[in-house]
């Protein structure tokens, strides 16, 4: 735990503005990809037939669209920010890996970059935390409200 407070106070003294910018915009583009998913359900179940999470198929897609809507919004509203970061990093990492990489060799597209930059973004998020410019900071800086 010690560990994680010296990142946090470390994250804190050192966090230039347009973190909180890009912190937003990964939030927005998380949110728009559930919200995508919502209006293309049938498609996102197609995408993965034929990859090594077929059985799951039904799960992934309601689980997916729920974690990417909510934690794309605790993200841009910078709510639990890193909570949010540490739900969205495994399905990232899961569509990569499973389904992104594998489709990437068959046709050209940019979802395995799209991706991948998303991970990344996702794990310099919790890293870096909420920012100054969120609801995080607001509330500890007004706790009786």
Same mark, same amino acid.
């Given at each position: *735990?010690?560990?994680?407070? #010296?990142?946090?106070?470390?994250? =804190?003294?050192?966090?230039? *503005?347009?973190? %909180? $910018?890009? #912190?937003?915009?990964?939030? &927005?583009?998380? $949110?728009?990809?559930?919200?995508? @998913?919502?209006?293309? /359900?049938? +498609?996102?179940? %197609?995408?993965? #037939?034929?990859?090594?999470? =077929?059985?799951?198929?039904? @799960? +992934?897609?309601? $689980?997916?669209?729920? !974690? ?7 993200? +841009?509203?910078?709510?639990?920010? #890193? @909570? ?14 499973? !389904? ?6 068959? +046709? !050209?597209?940019?979802?395995?970059? &799209?991706?991948?930059?998303?991970? $990344? ?6 890293? =870096?935390? /909420?920012?100054?410019? /969120? !609801? %995080? ?6 706790? =009786?409200?």
């Amino acid at each position: *735990m010690y560990f994680i407070q #010296r990142i946090d106070n470390w994250a =804190e003294k050192h966090h230039p *503005m347009w973190i %909180d $910018f890009l #912190r937003i915009l990964l939030g &927005l583009t998380i $949110f728009y990809k559930g919200i995508y @998913f919502i209006v293309n /359900s049938s +498609a996102f179940v %197609d995408l993965l #037939r034929g990859t090594s999470l =077929e059985f799951l198929s039904y @799960f +992934a897609v309601h $689980f997916v669209i729920a !974690v990417h809507v909510l934690g794309g919004l605790l993200i +841009a509203f910078g709510l639990l920010t #890193r @909570f949010a970061a540490i739900i969205q990093i495994p399905i990232l990492a899961g569509a990569l890996l499973f !389904v992104n990489l594998p489709n990437s060799l068959k +046709a !050209v597209n940019f979802e395995t970059e &799209l991706s991948a930059i998303v991970l $990344f973004l996702l794990l310099f998020i919790l890293v =870096e935390g /909420s920012g100054p410019l /969120s !609801v %995080d900071a607001y509330l500890s800086k007004h706790p =009786e409200e």
